[in-house]
């Protein structure tokens, strides 16, 4: 009886640790991050849309300057987030991202209702505002999940920002191998998944993605470094099946397969997050044991989350008394400290970060979104033009993680700027642009390694400069301001250059050929020609934001010679001296 009572209270105790570690996990920062990781890696739709922009091309009787408007609606919609930034500052995490998944859903389903004729054909104005919507939810979701990590762990921001623009740049692939599994080859399919499933992944966590006291641990990077090496096994698989599809044809149970993986490596850094909250735990145990509460960790941290949000919506109720937004704005404080909005929005340093960004971001976002109708005009199968597509996406998510991990790593050891970094990419990608300008053979598959990479490292780039010179008070509607850099640059170099330019040569070919266009009859252009011109003029334009990036280069040197997180060790000292002083 003595021994089957004491197994009974092992197995027991077991139990309960087991449901005390998963209480732990769930309730702590780092499962916040985790749930952040699977919705950035299901919010990249938009960098998929040369998968599916032929279809709605065929389907509607669209020429190219009417798509690329579209193109430049969805850039619009997924980069104008204004909107959901200054509903975050009023609003906790969860408001926005369940508004998001909303507007996912609605936006993309109706594309797809239309590209299938389940739709009369929409009208043009009706289908940019369905892409406006679909895409705008990606703002959302980046609003909700990323600024939210970055308040949470705000000595890592660069690197948080990086693996987490990481994930959105691998979406692509992740969504591919999903479509392939689930929809094999019916590309409109593609619109209905894109729809539906990032929607459902941010419905999941809508209570997860919370503020919580930014406590900073000795080996929080080396945590990050962890989830970075198994983002960097999923993206390597994701090259392999790219790599492998391509030279052989997949069923759809292989398929199938290949998706199973995926998942496994998506969900592979709840492992991490058990292994930290245990250790926590052991230390928690060594310096508090009670005898009458089984669960004091774990009340600790349910209490501490929810002391933290309480006080994030008390301070955002009172936010607009107390910041007085309006005042001051040509009078900012220090780089580093708690500019306002205005006071941030009227910055040179902004202005100049902006002009860059709306250069580099609004020229290698041409290139990716005209990458289908590129491999085409220039002759490359249908099979090549998905593999840019992926590799587009890979890349980009080594550009992101990149940029994050290595600008940490420079300016905590070096001192090196970030923003010149963000000058080196800006030139890079001129090289990128230059390639597709004058088509050597087969260098589109290198050109999409670039343009992939440099779009995806400029971002974080952008995200951390802004963090750490205008400060994290505001930071979701100076992140998201950030972010309308590119649909602006967008517009000029994609609709007014990109799509006038193709259009032009290709009613010329057209009138060469003898052949009458009908109405409604698309435009397809064939040769170096159709895009040589625009991507000579975006290469320029690229070149001449790295110029003008230098010069915030030159104002922010010394800012960033210094310590600039310096005020968060100060705080961090000072709370340590009220625990001692209440402990004594």
Same mark, same amino acid.
């Given at each position: 009886m003595a021994v089957t009572g004491g197994g009974g209270g092992r197995g027991s105790s077991m139990a309960a640790d087991m449901k005390n570690i998963t209480v732990q996990v769930i309730t702590g920062r780092w499962f916040v991050v985790f749930a952040s990781f699977l919705i950035m890696s299901a919010s990249g739709a938009t960098y998929m849309f040369g998968l599916y922009s032929n279809d709605i091309k065929t389907s509607l009787g669209y020429d190219q300057t009417t798509l690329n408007l579209l193109s430049f609606f969805k850039d619009l919609g997924a980069n104008l987030g204004v909107f959901s930034g200054l509903i975050n500052e009023f609003t906790p995490p969860w408001v926005v991202?369940?508004?998001?998944?909303?507007? %996912?859903?609605? @936006?993309?389903?109706?594309?797809?209702? $239309?590209?299938?004729?389940?739709?009369?054909?929409?009208?043009?104005?009706?289908?940019?505002?369905?892409?406006?919507?679909?895409?705008n939810s990606q703002s959302f979701a980046n609003t909700g999940s990323l600024v939210t990590c970055v308040k949470n762990f705000p000595r890592t921001r660069g690197i948080v920002i990086g693996i987490l623009k990481g994930y959105v740049g691998l979406s692509g692939a992740i969504i591919t191998q999903l479509y392939y599994?689930?929809?094999?080859?019916?590309?409109?399919?593609?619109?209905?998944?894109?729809?539906? =499933?990032?929607?459902?992944?941010?419905?999941?966590? &809508?209570?997860?993605?919370?503020?919580?006291?930014?406590?900073?641990?000795? %080996?929080?990077?080396? *945590?990050?470094?962890?989830?970075?090496?198994?983002?960097?096994?999923l993206a390597g698989f994701l090259m392999v099946m790219i790599i492998v599809q391509k030279n052989t044809t997949f069923n759809q149970t292989e398929y199938g397969a290949s998706a199973a993986m995926v998942l496994f490596l998506l969900f592979l850094p709840l492992a991490v997050l058990f292994g930290e909250e245990f250790k926590i735990r052991q230390n928690q145990n060594q310096k508090h044991s009670s005898v009458d509460d089984p669960l004091p960790?774990?009340? *600790?941290?349910?209490?501490?989350?929810?002391?933290? #949000?309480? %006080?994030?919506?008390?301070?955002?109720?009172?936010?607009?008394?107390?910041?007085?937004?309006?005042?001051? *704005?040509?009078?900012?404080? #220090?780089?580093?400290?708690?500019?306002?909005? =205005?006071?941030? &929005?009227?910055?040179?340093?902004? =202005?100049?970060?902006?002009?860059?960004?709306?250069?580099?971001?609004g020229g290698t976002l041409t290139a990716i979104d005209n990458l289908g109708q590129i491999g085409t005009s220039l002759g490359y199968p249908k099979k090549s033009i998905s593999t840019f597509v992926s590799l587009v996406s890979i890349w980009n998510y080594l550009g992101r993680v990149f940029s994050g991990f290595v600008s940490e790593h420079m300016l905590i050891k070096y001192k090196f700027p970030r923003p010149l970094m963000f000058t080196m990419i800006l030139?890079? $990608?001129?090289?990128?642009?230059?390639?597709?300008?004058?088509?050597?053979? %087969?260098? =589109? /598959?290198?050109?999409?390694?670039?343009?992939?990479f440099g779009f995806g490292a400029q971002w974080p780039l952008i995200f951390a400069i802004v963090? #750490?010179?205008?400060?994290?008070?505001?930071?979701?509607?100076? /992140?998201?301001?950030?972010?309308?850099?590119?649909?602006?640059?967008?517009?000029?170099?994609?609709?007014?250059?990109? @799509?006038?330019? /193709?259009?032009?040569?290709?009613?010329?070919?057209?009138?060469?050929? @003898?052949?009458?266009?009908?109405?409604?009859? #698309?435009l397809n252009c064939v040769g170096t020609s159709c895009y040589k011109l625009s991507f000579l003029i975006i290469a320029a334009a690229t070149f001449a934001g790295a110029i003008v990036s230098l010069i915030l280069v030159v104002r922010t040197y010394s800012f960033y010679k210094g310590d600039i997180y310096k005020r968060y060790t100060v705080e961090e000292e000072e709370e340590k001296k009220e625990v001692r002083g209440c402990g004594s």
């Open positions: 991202l369940a508004m998001g998944s909303l507007m %996912n859903f609605f @936006g993309y389903f109706m594309i797809w209702l $239309s590209v299938t004729s389940k739709l009369p054909k929409p009208k043009h104005w009706q289908m940019f505002l369905y892409i406006f919507i679909g895409a599994a689930f929809y094999y080859d019916d590309s409109k399919a593609l619109i209905l998944l894109i729809g539906w =499933l990032p929607a459902a992944i941010s419905v999941i966590f &809508l209570r997860t993605v919370r503020y919580m006291k930014p406590v900073h641990q000795r %080996n929080e990077i080396g *945590v990050f470094y962890k989830f970075l090496y198994i983002s960097l096994g960790e774990v009340k *600790v941290v349910a209490a501490a989350a929810a002391e933290a #949000e309480n %006080n994030n919506n008390h301070h955002i109720n009172n936010k607009l008394v107390e910041s007085r937004w309006w005042e001051n *704005v040509l009078s900012p404080p #220090e780089r580093g400290e708690d500019y306002n909005i =205005l006071q941030a &929005l009227f910055s040179i340093d902004m =202005l100049i970060l902006f002009f860059a960004g709306t250069c580099g971001c030139l890079l $990608s001129c090289v990128g642009h230059l390639l597709i300008a004058f088509n050597v053979p %087969n260098s =589109l /598959y290198v050109a999409s390694v670039i343009i992939g963090s #750490e010179v205008f400060g994290l008070k505001y930071y979701s509607t100076l /992140y998201n301001f950030g972010g309308m850099a590119s649909p602006i640059g967008l517009y000029v170099l994609n609709v007014r250059v990109t @799509g006038h330019l /193709y259009d032009k040569e290709a009613k010329r070919q057209l009138a060469a050929s @003898g052949i009458k266009r009908h109405a409604g009859q #698309e």
